[in-house]
């Protein structure tokens, strides 16, 4: 059991670290589609975003001011708790995502962010029942997150069901869009499990990539759905080095200014989905509902389209 908790806790760590960024990514996509002008954005300047990024302990102290002047406020909760989780406060994370879900109890991603907090905060134990049980209710709630089922994985490999793990890893892995910054560490891990516990993977990761490979050649007909056309390496990796509670300020920063150009430009069906998409991923699930009135309001014509995509991303009333 101790091998296969180090096993299991080394590419957690990697994955971890690679998950922070996915929203980075996320918001970056939709900087890149949607510049200035109609032109798309070729570069991401992190200095910019930086220099005028407030520190950490701004943003922290905001936040908690935040929800002591309205405890309602479940997207404060939720800012609050990815804030602590990026300075490395993970009991304190907790206890914010905690309130967030019991404000927003349907939204998964609070639920696999407690989780995710939980697993942090407890230093002995690599699965607490608590995190577990908020992984559980958050795979319920969507079986498609992306933090629930690496954990539930982990969580398997941990009691011995490695080739469940990789299994589950792997379908992961099937979800992943391709290039996405997480993927290779989704890999490695799927490699070093299989490695240690004699497992050989070599045909089902290859059939794995085989039809990957086969879905993003098709069309993708709904944005919403849609593999974020994400961010070079290079680009990653330069977010990745800003300071702890500045990469979210980034992520504010790009969305925000998504929001500037779609009041400009309202006509912008596409954008209205990927800023609904974005507001939905960062859990500011009124902002996200709030921008489906203003994008159905402007296209009244595309209100189908706008609705249905709404939809599929969980926006509130659709």
Not at 136 to 152: G, N, T, V
Not at 267 to 282: A, C, E, Q
């Amino acid at each position: 059991m101790t091998e296969t908790v180090e096993t299991s806790k080394i590419p957690r760590a990697v994955l971890l670290g690679a998950l922070v960024i996915f929203i980075i990514a996320i918001a970056f996509g939709v900087s890149r589609n949607f510049g200035s002008e109609g032109k798309p954005n070729t570069a991401l300047d992190v200095k910019d975003i930086s220099a005028n990024a407030a520190g950490p302990e701004a943003v922290i102290a905001s936040l908690e001011e935040r929800t002591r002047k309205d405890p309602g406020d479940v997207e404060a909760w939720q800012l609050l708790g990815w804030s602590y989780f990026e300075n490395g406060r993970y009991l304190d994370s907790a206890n914010a995502y905690g309130k967030a879900t019991k404000l927003g109890p349907a939204r998964a991603v609070y639920w696999s962010s407690l989780g995710e907090a939980l697993v942090m905060a407890d230093e002995r134990n690599p699965m607490p029942k608590a995190a577990k049980a908020a992984f559980d209710k958050a795979i319920i709630l969507d079986p498609k997150d992306p933090r629930s089922r690496y954990f539930l994985a982990v969580s398997k490999d941990l009691d011995g069901d490695h080739k469940g793990a990789i299994n589950d890893w792997l379908d992961l892995l099937r979800d992943t869009p391709k290039d996405a910054p997480w993927e290779s560490d989704l890999i490695r891990t799927v490699e070093q499990v299989g490695k240690i516990h004699k497992i050989d993977i070599t045909e089902s990761l290859a059939s794995t990539q085989k039809i990957r490979a086969s879905d993003l050649s098709g069309t993708l007909k709904s944005i919403a759905a849609a593999p974020i056309p994400g961010p070079s390496k290079t680009d990653m990796a330069q977010a990745a080095k800003l300071p702890p509670g500045q990469q979210q300020q980034m992520v504010t920063s790009m969305v925000e200014g998504l929001e500037a150009k779609l009041a400009k430009n309202p006509k912008n069906v596409d954008g209205w989905i990927m800023l609904m998409r974005s507001r939905m991923t960062l859990g500011e699930t009124a902002k996200a509902k709030g921008a489906l009135t203003k994008s159905v309001a402007s296209n009244p014509e595309a209100r189908n389209k706008l609705l249905k995509e709404a939809q599929i991303l969980g926006v509130p009333g659709t």
